[in-house]
């Protein structure tokens, strides 16, 4: 038998192992062409961004990417190195050298990454103009685009992969030469015999792994300072070393604690699962701690990205209520009505009467900080959400209060508002700070909800100064969604190129563009995450049903039922996929709710949807995992 048959007859033997590592590496190199065709495309570039790093986020999301395959590949190809070990061994037995079984294994290596990346590349390219699509419907660009095959995006995914293949090849020669004839043979022994673990040193590294992880949830909950990187890491760490010692400890302790009360009658379901569990603890414990970490970026950015995208719109109205404003022009607010008029378009307008002035809020240290004072009551006509202030009274709208220093998030309220500055003697106490704008952000002051009568008595107050000045809005509310597009260009026509005032419609397109792009890269790198780890737990557990294969044919010979020994089996895989998926979860619910307090948005309905979508996807794995063991034992007999 040649070496080309003998690679040959290995392929066919163990295909059923490698079919979702194929399948998976396949998924892998369509996206990554995917996201090469998508960078290297001019026609692409050119109809999507121009001042938007566009191919950057893109080479950067392929650089992850690539990070991700990396790290799957080789774990999943030490799996199942391991699980030819005695295969490898036995090559060796009969009398092949251990260059040839290295030359056997190359050879098969390097057709199924061919095989991988020649199907890949054509997956990619026969779905790419679908990844577009969808790409421009996320962004809200309605232009048709042709999308030709890209050389250049084939060569640079067929480079990459060629160097992740050769990175797999020195895996396996460094698993031939390096390791004995013995260690081949004992390499899928179960693991290490649990030993009783000493109560006190127990206790304390597993209070310490909590303790670990509630420090970094509290951290989180905190407003981030000028040490914010400094911050993040020890955020990172805590919870990371934290989720390790829960896994190598904590549970540890806690099953041996269970083992103990039953004084070593587990009884069947137990011995099924639990005491697998046990045997492997120390092994498991860094692939569980990697796959619930994985799990927690991956949900804490799929769900940030599908908030962002889904809160774009409430976003971009909290920074501007009204669809256009003119300050100090009535005759180009005069002249864009009667566009409006002579289009159709059914609109509401509302002229708005403010002061701005030099100003000091309560102990700030700064003297003369710009203030607007807008009129309550003309903000209320004008059709805005506007809380009424008291006689004397101001209510603060600061759309951007959530990012501010800790000092202004934290200040006690009422405050006085000081115009002694400005030459005006008017007492006003500043009742509350509410999370949004009462004027569109654009215009300078931080921004006051007065009386009309006090806007009046301090225009009257103010010296004549250039700092001062008395300020006349026009708002205006475009009624039909349809027509805003229109209504944005005419208006573009009074926006000189030097200054700064968006209008609702431009700033949510562009924000709608910025969100999308973000969900299209995170949902992507979602998926990698996903079927990743769901591959890994998937590949392990086939390792270990194969390991155990012996033990569900002595119990199916003692008479015990397929279902029984599958309802152990079953609480098994619970514990396998889904404490590293519910302790995931929990660490992304608290990264998320921290990400949350720089939106002005509630987020809780497209986090919830996210986390639903992973975990049903997430779940499809227990499932396959689930069917491969029923197949184990229902051949055990």
């Known amino acids: 038998m040649t070496l080309f048959e003998l690679v040959i007859r290995s392929m066919r033997k163990n295909i059923k192992h490698y079919y979702l590592y194929f399948f998976a590496l396949i998924f892998s190199t369509s996206l990554y062409f995917v996201f090469a065709t998508l960078q290297n495309d001019s026609s692409v570039l050119a109809a999507t961004f121009g001042d938007i790093q566009f191919a950057s986020l893109f080479r950067v999301a392929g650089i992850l990417l690539l990070s991700i395959v990396v790290v799957f590949m080789i774990y999943a190809n030490s799996i199942f190195l391991k699980r030819r070990s005695r295969e490898i061994g036995l090559y060796q037995l009969v009398g092949l050298t251990r260059r040839k079984v290295g030359l056997l294994l190359i050879t098969e290596n390097v057709l199924l990454g061919v095989g991988a990346l020649l199907i890949g590349i054509g997956g990619g390219a026969l779905v790419s103009r679908l990844f577009l699509l969808i790409l421009m419907k996320l962004i809200g660009i309605e232009s048709v685009i042709t999308l030709s095959f890209p050389s250049a995006a084939a060569l640079q995914t067929a480079i990459v992969f060629a160097v992740l293949i050769g990175l797999t090849l020195v895996q396996m020669l460094f698993k031939v030469y390096r390791t004995t004839l013995l260690e081949l043979f004992q390499a899928d022994r179960q693991g290490e015999h649990p030993k009783q673990p000493r109560a ?25 300072g000028q040490d914010m990187f400094l911050q993040m890491l020890v955020i990172l760490a805590s919870t990371i070393l934290g989720t390790y010692l829960l896994f190598r400890v904590t549970i540890g302790w806690l099953f041996y604690r269970i083992r103990r009360s039953k004084d070593g009658q587990l009884g069947l379901k137990n011995s099924l699962s639990l ?10 414990a860094n692939s569980l701690t990697l796959i619930t970490i994985l799990s927690a970026m991956t949900l804490t950015m799929v769900a940030i990205s599908y908030s962002l995208y889904y809160s774009a719109e409430s976003e971009s109205r909290a920074m501007l209520p009204y669809d256009f404003i003119f300050e100090n022009k009535e005759q180009d607010a005069k002249s864009f009505r009667a566009e409006l008029e002579k289009s159709g378009f059914t609109f509401a307008h509302q002229s708005v009467e403010a002061v701005r002035l030099a100003g000091k809020i309560g102990k700030e240290q700064k003297d003369g900080s710009s203030l607007l004072l807008l009129a309550a009551e003309q903000l209320q006509t004008s059709g805005a959400d506007i809380m009424m202030p008291g006689q004397g009274e101001a209510v603060g709208y600061n759309g951007q209060r959530k990012t501010s220093s800790e000092e202004l998030n934290t200040v006690a309220f009422p405050q006085t508002v000081d115009f002694s500055a400005s030459g005006v003697h008017v007492k006003i106490q500043l009742t509350r700070d509410i999370d949004r704008y009462a004027m569109n952000y654009s215009m300078p002051g931080r921004q006051l909800v007065v009386p009309e009568a006090m806007v009046r008595e ?9 700092k001062h000045e008395a300020i006349f ?67 392990k557990q086939m390792t270990e049903a194969e390991q155990e294969r012996k033990s569900y044919t002595i119990l199916r010979q003692l008479g015990f039922a397929e279902r029984e020994i599958m309802g152990g089996i079953i609480r098994k895989q619970l514990f396998v996929f889904a404490i590293p998926l519910a302790i995931g979860l929990l660490h992304s619910i608290f990264a998320v709710k921290a990400a949350s307090a720089l939106t002005l948005s509630d987020i809780s309905i497209p986090v919830a949807i996210a986390m ?25 007999l």
């Open 473 to 539: 809005i026009d708002t205006y509310q475009i009624m039909d969604k349809n027509e805003r597009a229109a209504a944005s260009g005419f208006y573009a026509k009074y926006v000189k190129d030097d200054e700064f005032r968006p209008d609702f419609y431009a700033y949510y397109k562009e924000s709608l563009q910025k969100f999308g792009l973000i969900i299209f890269v995170a949902g992507f790198l979602g998926l990698i995450f996903l079927i990743s780890t769901g591959s890994i737990l998937y590949f």
């Open 200 to 224: 006190l040193l127990s206790a304390m590294m597993g209070m310490l792994g909590i303790v670990l992880i509630a420090m970094g949830y509290l951290l989180s909950s905190k407003t981030p």
């Open 275 to 284: 005491a697998p569990i046990m045997h492997r603890m120390k092994a498991n």
């Open 458 to 466: 301090i225009r009257e107050q103010m010296p004549a100064s250039p």
């Open 612 to 636: 639903a979508v992973y975990t049903l996807i997430y779940f499809v794995f227990a499932l396959l995992t689930v069917g491969y063991y029923r197949r184990i034992v229902r051949a055990a």
